[in-house]
Structures are given as structure tokens and as C-alpha cells.
């Protein structure tokens, strides 16, 4: 299918699933805002958003979902979840986002039950097929719908029909959740997560699109002493490297603050899945 032809199948699908009440897993990006206008669009009963309040994610997500949820006029339902101790991922395992995606769309199967609502969608689509997404398994075997995956949908036509609608989150770049940042096998916690958030959000203010801190532990012994020393690889576009070279004093300086000891600049740029590459 081409693009035009995509569209007016997503429409009717949407249609179609919005003939009752319907619950769409709402996390504020462009896939699942975009779904959320469809779904707004099309139904002639009630349409609730629901969002997972994790730690795992940048805590201006949440308030952005509930600002696009009333933009669109649907009812906005959040979740909090634990997903370190609930979903059994304190060590990052290889398959994390697998257990993480099976614990959280339980969470929000469970709601729509209470509800009483059959049919719950979320925002996979195209590209997601084509790169290391364990997660997606989760998804099918809890008979969650992904219907831009159903009709070929790439991220990039995702932004170019979110644009027509007018989703505010339709330019905004995708923002994976925290534990990305770190190798499988990283023993996690909250307190570095929260640190790589900072230090992104830092690095976005010198107006970079793609941001990612990735985060090296290594092991190093004084005399008796032994320590971890954390080491901050910094992902950006590259064809902006040369901007972070400029402001590398200021840059530096903020990252160590945070108690990062040494801070490289990665020249391969910006790669999604970062620790999937082979």
C-alpha cells in the first residue's frame, strides 16, 4: 500500500474498533497520540487514554499525555507502576523489554476488564517490526491491537498524518524508556535513572533533536579502595557533533556535577537501540 492508501485503511480499522467503547495505551508520543485523534475521530462511544506512571520514563511525559488526552477529548486514565520490582528487571536483562511490556499492558488489560472494554491499541508500527523489540511478542499474547503495524504504517508517515491532525507531539523525537541507557547485565536503580534524565535534559537545551547519555560502569580499585566509576557516552544527530565541541566546557562541567567522571562524546552519532547494534 502506498501512503494515501494507508491512511484510508487506518481510518477504517479505527472505525471499526471504535464502534464500542475502546482503550488506547497512551504514553504521549506521536504513534499513540496519532491514534488517540483517530480513535477521537471516529467513536460514537467513549475512547479512555491510558498512561503507565513509570520511573522508567521522563516525568514531563505524564504531563504532556494528559494535555494531548484533553486536546483530543478523550478520558485520561494513569496507571502507576513499579516496573524494577513488578516486573522483575532490576538487572536489565536481555529480554527487559519483554517482562517490561508483559507487566505493564497486564496493568492496563486488568483496567479495561474492569471497564468492561474487549478491544485495548497501542501504537506499534512499522519500523518497530525491523529492529530488536521483544516487547512486541508481550503485546501479541495479550491480544492487543496494533493496527499501524496492521496496515504497514512507518514512523515517518505516522508524523506526517499526526501533522495533519495537528498532534502536537507529531516533530517530537521518540523517548525510549530510561533503561536503554544502560548495558544489559547494569544493575539499575531510580536515583540513575534520574541522572541520565538530567543530563539529557541539559543536552536539549542546546536545542539537539536526537539525546541519549549512555551510561558505562567500570570497576576501579585505590590501594584497598574499590570503587565504580560511571562513564556518560553522549549520543547526539551527527551532523550536530560539532555543537556539542563548542560547548563541551559547559557541558562537561554540568555532567560531572552529576557525578559522571568521564564524559565522551560518541562520533558514530545517534543510533536507536544502541546496545542491540551488532
Do not use: W
Not at 22 to 32: N, T
Not at 54 to 76: C, Q, R, S, V
Not at 95 to 105: G, I, S, T, V
Not at 222 to 232: C, K, L, P, R, Y
Amino acid at each position: 500500500m502506498n501512503y494515501q492508501e494507508k491512511c484510508i485503511k487506518i481510518k477504517q480499522i479505527m472505525q471499526e474498533y471504535t464502534t464500542e467503547d475502546v482503550m488506547i495505551a497512551f504514553s504521549g508520543g506521536v504513534d499513540s497520540s496519532l491514534l488517540l485523534a483517530l480513535a477521537c475521530e471516529a467513536a460514537q462511544n467513549k475512547v479512555y487514554a491510558v498512561t503507565l506512571h513509570t520511573m522508567l520514563h521522563p516525568a514531563a511525559e505524564l504531563t504532556e499525555a494528559k494535555t494531548i488526552a484533553e486536546e483530543l477529548g478523550a478520558e485520561h486514565i494513569v496507571i502507576s507502576v513499579d516496573e524494577l520490582s513488578e516486573a522483575d528487571i532490576s538487572r536489565n536483562p536481555k529480554d527487559r523489554c519483554y517482562r517490561c511490556k508483559k507487566c505493564l499492558f497486564q496493568k492496563v488489560r486488568d483496567r479495561a476488564e474492569e471497564l468492561g472494554i474487549h478491544t485495548i491499541i497501542e501504537g506499534t508500527n512499522e519500523d518497530d517490526l525491523h529492529v530488536y523489540r521483544p516487547g512486541i511478542e508481550a503485546v501479541k499474547e495479550l491480544g492487543i491491537k496494533s493496527p499501524l503495524a496492521e496496515v504497514g504504517m512507518t514512523k515517518e508517515e505516522v508524523r506526517r498524518l499526526a501533522a495533519k491532525y495537528h498532534v502536537s507531539s507529531a516533530g517530537r523525537p521518540s523517548t525510549p524508556c530510561m533503561a536503554t541507557r544502560f548495558p544489559y547485565g547494569t544493575e539499575l536503580s531510580y536515583e540513575k535513572m534520574q541522572k541520565v534524565e538530567a543530563g539529557e535534559r541539559f543536552l536539549k537545551k542546546f536545542g539537539f533533536y536526537n539525546v541519549r547519555v549512555r551510561v558505562h560502569e567500570e570497576a576501579a580499585r585505590d590501594g584497598e579502595q574499590s570503587q565504580v566509576i560511571e562513564i556518560a557516552r553522549v549520543e547526539l544527530d551527527a551532523k550536530r557533533l560539532e555543537l556539542a565541541i563548542q560547548n563541551r566546557e559547559e557541558i562537561c562541567s554540568y555532567m560531572r556535577s552529576l557525578g559522571y567522571r568521564y564524559i565522551t562524546l560518541d562520533l558514530d552519532g545517534f543510533h536507536s537501540g544502541s546496545y542491540d547494534r551488532k
